[in-house]
């Protein structure tokens, strides 16, 4: 079984007022102490986080083919 230490959450919608206050404690409602519940936390990149990912996977795919 898959038991991931931490979740990030991120896009432009986690920038709503309250939401990932909210969704922490929906997941740890929903797991009921069945499992440890991860720690859910948003980027530390913030909203350049998907932007700087993408670009970060294009440099390795790129690194991989001996392209720089």
Same mark, same amino acid.
């Given at each position: 079984?898959?038991?991931p230490r931490r979740i990030v959450l991120?896009?432009?919608v986690m920038g709503a007022a309250g939401l990932l206050e909210?969704?922490?404690r929906?997941?740890?409602d929903t797991l009921a102490?069945?499992?440890r519940a991860?720690?859910?936390?948003a980027p530390a990149l913030g909203e350049r986080a998907g932007v700087l990912g993408?670009? &970060? *996977? #294009?440099?390795? &795919? *790129? #690194?991989e083919r001996g392209v720089q």
């Open positions: 079984m898959l038991s991120g896009g432009g909210r969704v922490r929906d997941v740890a102490g069945y499992v991860p720690e859910l936390v993408a670009i &970060a *996977l #294009a440099q390795e &795919a *790129l #690194a």
